[in-house]
């Protein structure tokens, strides 16, 4: 079974040939290298690029060792190309090779090579990679499985394989394999064996405990409001632990470096500003989460809100989190101040959207309580609440949709229904 990762493989194809390195990003087996080593080398192939036109190099690999020499790299990449005509040159776990910055930029002088690399360790996953460039990178993120992937390998209906996703959630790997009982292990060895050591060898930290219950705190608080003070007194009153608001700080950025979590701002819509603190926090993938807190706490009303997001990023939306601050008349019959929130304002030029998640509304005063923020808008953007239940797509008399999570997730114009 294959997972086709069409839109990355076509942001690929649409950056091609242009004199930049094209960094692929993102978490680590989110499916990096089989995007460039399988699904990009055989388009090139279908184009009639012949094989001796790839020059493919990973340098994980025990037999490549020497490789990892950046002259012998560059003489082996030499005497690979005996004509004028364009070659791709692909370099996996590319960290690994020394001075990979000078080697990179070296080859960005060639007339007659497009350069792809991926890594998979903290230091090469850092936000700040393209600085390594000189500002000759283009980056590529790619996400674990979206649902409508995820479905392409399931074997069974999409109610089945939503509850599979929202607790083991889409690292190719892991929709692959077939029992529970595999991916439980493989995701929590996989967080600890690979995510959080990258990050404690990185930074040379050396009270790990601290940084593991960090993980946790954010884990049990996605979709939250947060920030290091609460985070710092979370750590006073219920582990019994002091630690310095500076080393919370430090934490999040290592995790946010890695891609383990995305930290959304509040912007206020109609002030048009953004504000501080406290922010909310989500996982790039919601199984290694659950595998953090032991699969105990699989709330499905706020993993769907963090499905919801991460979708929306996947799609190339940026995302923050809508305030609104409205008036409104106090118990004492005085006026004052209330803020209303809306979950997600999605943002993609001159596209905005709007978006409540409501995992049910069982009653009108729910459906009240979902719809107050959006009804204080005064613009014509889009407006949305996305529900577990299997709906029609409806849209009410304020210009309101709703509609089912299944619809959002596998329509490819959800936000345009």
Wanted: glycine residues 6%; contains cysteine.
């Amino acid at each position: 079974m294959e997972f086709k990762r069409e839109q990355y493989l076509q942001k690929l194809v649409n950056r091609m040939h242009n004199g930049l390195i094209k960094v692929v990003t993102g978490i680590r087996r989110c499916g990096k290298s089989y995007l460039l080593f399988n699904i990009f080398s055989k388009y090139l192939q279908g184009l009639g690029v012949s094989s001796e036109h790839i020059i493919s190099m990973a340098f994980d690999i025990r037999q490549n060792k020497q490789y990892r020499s950046a002259d012998m790299l560059l003489e082996y990449i030499d005497s690979k190309i005996v004509d004028k005509d364009m070659y791709y040159i692909i370099l996996d776990e590319v960290q690994m090779l020394e001075d990979f910055e000078e080697v990179l930029n070296t080859l960005l002088h060639r007339n007659n090579v497009d350069v792809y690399v991926t890594g998979s360790n903290s230091r090469f996953l850092s936000k700040d990679i393209l600085t390594e460039f000189r500002g000759r990178g283009d980056e590529v993120h790619i996400y674990p499985l979206t649902f409508k992937e995820y479905l392409e390998g399931y074997n069974g209906d999409m109610y089945h394989a939503w509850a599979d996703y929202i607790v083991y959630g889409g690292l190719p790997l892991v929709a692959l394999m077939k029992t529970e009982e595999q991916k439980v292990n493989y995701l929590q060895s996989l967080f600890s064996t690979t995510y959080l050591r990258d990050i404690v060898d990185r930074y040379g930290i050396s009270k790990t405990q601290e940084m593991e219950n960090l993980i946790d705190i954010l884990a049990s608080s996605i979709g939250s409001l947060t920030n290091p003070p609460k985070i710092e007194a979370t750590f006073k009153s219920v582990l019994k632990s002091t630690v310095s608001m500076n080393t919370i700080r430090q934490y999040i950025e290592y995790l946010e470096d890695a891609f383990v979590i995305n930290k959304t701002l509040r912007y206020n819509v109609k002030g048009r500003k953004y504000i501080g603190t406290p922010v909310k926090y989500y996982f790039e993938d919601i199984g290694l989460r659950n595998a953090r807190l032991g699969f105990r706490q699989v709330e499905e009303n706020h993993l769907m809100e963090n499905i919801i997001y991460n979708e929306l990023r996947s799609r190339g939306y940026a995302v923050d989190i809508g305030i609104i601050d409205t008036r409104v008349l106090t118990e004492d019959g005085k006026m004052g101040r209330k803020q209303l929130e809306i979950d997600f304002v999605a943002n993609l030029g001159s596209k905005r959207y709007y978006i409540q998640s409501a995992f049910s509304m069982p009653d009108e005063a729910k459906l009240v309580q979902e719809k107050a923020s959006l009804l204080k808008l005064d613009d014509s953007f889009k407006k949305i609440i996305v529900v577990k239940d299997v709906v029609k797509v409806t849209c009410d008399e304020n210009g309101i949709t709703t509609m089912s999570i299944f619809d959002f997730l596998l329509k490819e114009n959800s936000l345009e229904l």
